[in-house]
């Protein structure tokens, strides 16, 4: 699908005039400017029933100990009815609304209002104020990076309260987990409106808002590019970090609590989960500076895909293995354990080798060394809507020689890592697993079309020299 752009579009226009006053232009890339019937397809597809998945999930562990096909044979057997599982289902209540809100509240005041401080004594971090890369407009962003510095913060307080202070248990979070979930998706649905809202009447940069003339698709996917309030609330940075993402192993730690107070004692199982997705967690925030070069920030526009999914998606089911073993305390065998600590270890180190790659090779513009050589690089060129061309390289050294997406080898290895930590007892702690390898190989697909709009010619030269996208041989 060729790309378009709107070089000369105000900052507040109606919906009709938006939709319709489109002028072709070369330089811009990302997200499609027409929408397909499959792709409209999939996209209602996924506003209808991705928030049913979550709360299908989050259902048959509490009233069916996390068995998948408990709910559906009942309700063909005539055991129950929809209606007496909704009605056994925790509504929203007082105290998760108020817990909801102020966590939201401490995340945001922590992102604006708290520069970074870590990155002047933490060897190796980058963090405070750093630029984004060019904007298909051709803006540059810049961020104020903290979230280490409010991972840290948050956690030092979960500890002093669990062991000095006191002041609410730390299974707050399990023992209020569907009623926080309607919070949730309020905060979800709320911000992914208000988002599509701001991008057609008040947008931070009129040049990088797209709009298709289909609302579903502008809606799911978003309007604007890089939505903020005020000079450094960005909302794809906030909401993609916090606060699902510091949220995490704070869920996960509140699920070990409950597995302590339930059973007497914490499984290796458990500790296992927590550990090796505290690793991913902390490297996340460790490398917020990398992260303003992946796809969330360089190309995705947020919408409801982001916005719910960052508040929704991302909390409730990639938290799933701790979870379900609340429900289901796993003690592995050593060589059970060894094992899987291992192929998480090993699929974390391909993981950051590789992006550690890429974003050396970035920082150095190349002068650097890649597997004890100099990498060998393609020189491309693209344009964006401001007319200017832009000079940058692609790396075809270290594992970005093996395959063009190899870092997501690491990822699935990982992946697998948290779902055989459950043991094989149930099919649901494997969904993270079959989620992710869609998730990712459709990145792929997504990330690539981008790039060979964005670098034309020089994206088919990059092609030959790397054929693979993610598995050698294979794929």
């Given at each position: 699908m060729a790309a378009k752009s709107q070089p000369n579009i105000p900052k507040a226009k109606s919906l009709d005039s938006i939709t319709n006053d489109r002028t072709a232009s070369q330089g811009q890339w990302g997200r499609a400017w027409?929408?397909?019937?499959?792709?409209?397809?999939?996209?209602?597809?996924?506003?209808?029933?991705?928030?049913?998945?979550?709360?299908?999930?989050?259902?048959?562990?509490?009233?069916?100990?996390?068995?998948?096909?408990?709910?559906?044979?009942?309700?063909?057997?005539?055991?129950?009815?929809?209606?007496?599982?909704w009605a056994k289902t925790p509504p929203i209540t007082r105290k998760a609304a108020q817990l909801y809100t102020l966590w939201v509240t401490f995340q945001v005041l922590l992102y604006t209002s708290l520069p970074d401080f870590c990155h002047k004594f933490l060897p190796?971090?980058?963090?405070?104020?750093?630029?984004?890369?060019?904007t298909p407009a051709g803006v540059v962003n810049k961020y104020q990076i903290n979230g280490l510095q409010a991972w840290l913060l948050t956690h030092l307080l979960w500890f002093a309260n669990a062991h000095l202070l006191s002041w609410?248990?730390?299974?707050?979070?399990?023992?209020?987990?569907?009623?926080?979930l309607w919070c949730a998706n309020i905060l979800g649905y709320a911000v992914s409106t208000f988002a599509m809202v701001k991008g057609y009447f008040f947008p931070t940069s009129a040049r990088d808002c797209k709009f298709t003339g289909n609302f579903f698709y502008n809606y799911m996917m978003g309007v604007e590019f890089n939505p903020r309030i005020g000079k450094w609330f960005d909302f794809k940075l906030f909401f993609n970090g916090?606060?699902?993402?510091?949220?995490?192993?704070?869920?996960?730690?509140?699920?070990?609590a409950k597995q302590r107070e339930l059973h007497g004692h914490v499984t290796n199982a458990m500790v296992l989960v927590n550990v090796?997705?505290?690793?991913?967690?902390?490297?996340?925030?460790?490398?917020?500076?990398?992260?303003?070069?992946?796809?969330?920030?360089?190309?995705?526009?947020?919408?409801?895909?982001?916005?719910?999914?960052?508040?929704?998606?991302?909390?409730?089911?990639?938290?799933?293995?701790?979870?379900?073993?609340?429900?289901?305390?796993?003690?592995?065998?050593?060589?059970?354990?060894?094992?899987?600590?291992?192929?998480?270890?090993?699929?974390?180190?391909?993981?950051?080798?590789?992006?550690?790659?890429?974003?050396l090779f970035r920082r150095t513009d190349g002068r650097c060394l890649i597997w004890g050589k100099k990498p060998k690089v393609i020189e491309c060129s693209y344009m964006s809507a401001d007319g200017q061309r832009h000079h940058?390289?692609?790396?075809?050294?270290?594992?970005?020689?093996v395959a063009r997406h190899f870092n997501y080898v690491g990822d699935l290895m990982g992946s697998l890592a948290y779902c055989l930590a459950c043991g094989g007892g149930h099919l649901l702690p494997y969904f993270y697993i079959i989620y992710m390898a869609i998730l990712l190989t459709h990145r792929c697909l997504r990330d690539e079309h981008r790039c060979a709009s964005k670098y034309g010619r020089d994206w088919e030269r990059y092609t030959a020299a790397v054929p693979y996208r993610l598995l050698p041989g294979i794929f």
């Open positions: 027409e929408v397909d019937w499959f792709s409209l397809g999939s996209i209602i597809f996924l506003l209808l029933c991705a928030p049913f998945i979550v709360y299908y999930f989050i259902m048959a562990c509490d009233q069916y100990s996390c068995a998948l096909t408990g709910p559906v044979v009942d309700i063909a057997t005539g055991r129950a009815r929809l209606s007496d599982i190796g971090y980058v963090g405070g104020i750093q630029e984004g890369a060019v609410f248990s730390p299974t707050i979070i399990f023992d209020n987990w569907i009623p926080l916090r606060p699902g993402i510091v949220a995490w192993t704070l869920i996960n730690l509140s699920f070990a090796l997705q505290a690793i991913y967690v902390i490297d996340f925030f460790w490398n917020e500076t990398w992260y303003l070069k992946t796809i969330d920030i360089c190309h995705d526009h947020f919408g409801w895909y982001l916005g719910w999914g960052d508040c929704v998606w991302l909390p409730y089911l990639y938290t799933l293995q701790g979870l379900y073993l609340v429900y289901h305390p796993v003690q592995l065998s050593t060589p059970h354990a060894m094992g899987v600590l291992l192929l998480g270890l090993v699929g974390y180190y391909i993981f950051r080798v590789a992006n550690h790659q890429k974003d940058s390289k692609l790396l075809v050294s270290g594992f970005w020689g």
